[in-house]
């Protein structure tokens, strides 16, 4: 059963402190999406990658905000310093992107992150 | 222009009533416009997406209608059932400007047995 898979599902820290977050694309996906979920924006586009290549990360505080492919099975989402309204969940999506009929995006069932 | 604006925000029916969730977009490069559906602690799950070409589409309970002069698409959810209780987020993206997908503010529906 393919699936993303995001780790950790839940972690709680402090401000100031480091957090990554994992995610396990679909294996064969070529194009991985983090959003950022939270009550007042919704569904917020972060960054994205093609081909391990990144796209746009317009959506990323780039002061405190890095994502990155390392290989196809692996991306991260890093915040340092990490500060109160970072809380949210993170969500991985992963699809393929193959022309016009490109497919659907996948989900993983994402990270929340509380920070105090 | 990369706005997708969705409404209501939260609505109630009674089992059996027929939801209506609206969006509506700026961007004319749009062309595809799917529907996802989120249970409390899942990610968003696809359930129905249309392309600009049709005016409607139909997969079981569920219909997107589409207006591209209007610039509006809808979803419709026949006989609702207690166990379509979820957030339904309509999103829109463009193949070509990068295909990535912007998502509306969501809709939490409640269908009451």
């Known amino acids: 059963d393919a699936r993303v898979t995001q780790t950790p599902r839940d972690k709680v820290t402090e401000m100031g402190q480091e957090v990554t977050m994992r995610c396990q694309p679909i294996l064969g996906h070529n194009t991985v999406f983090w959003y950022r979920q939270t009550m007042m924006q919704g569904l917020e586009l972060l960054a994205y990658?093609?081909?391990?290549?990144?796209?746009?990360d317009s959506g990323m505080p780039k002061d405190r905000f890095s994502a990155e492919m390392p290989d196809a099975t692996l991306a991260t989402l890093k915040i340092q310093p990490s500060e109160p309204r970072d809380s949210a969940v993170y969500f991985c999506?992963?699809?393929?992107?193959?022309?016009?009929?490109?497919?659907?995006?996948?989900f993983g069932e994402g990270s929340r992150l509380t920070v105090l | 222009q990369q706005q997708v604006k969705q409404s209501p925000q939260s609505l109630i029916v009674q089992k059996g009533g027929i939801p209506i969730i609206n969006c509506a977009y700026e961007n004319t490069a749009f062309d595809y416009f799917p529907w996802y559906q989120q249970f409390p602690g899942k990610g968003p799950a696809l359930l129905i997406a249309?392309?600009?070409?049709?005016s409607e589409k139909k997969e079981g309970r569920f219909t997107i209608s589409f207006n591209k002069s209007a610039k509006q698409f809808s979803l419709h959810i026949m006989d609702s059932q207690p166990g379509d209780s979820a957030t339904y987020f309509c999103?829109?993206?463009?193949?070509?400007?990068?295909?990535?997908?912007?998502f509306g503010q969501g809709t939490e529906l409640s269908v009451k047995p």
């Open positions: 999103a829109a993206r463009s193949y070509n400007q990068g295909g990535k997908l912007i």
């Open positions: 999506a992963s699809g393929i992107w193959v022309g016009a009929n490109t497919g659907e995006l996948f």
């Open positions: 990658f093609r081909n391990r290549a990144p796209l746009d």
């Open positions: 249309i392309r600009p070409d049709v």
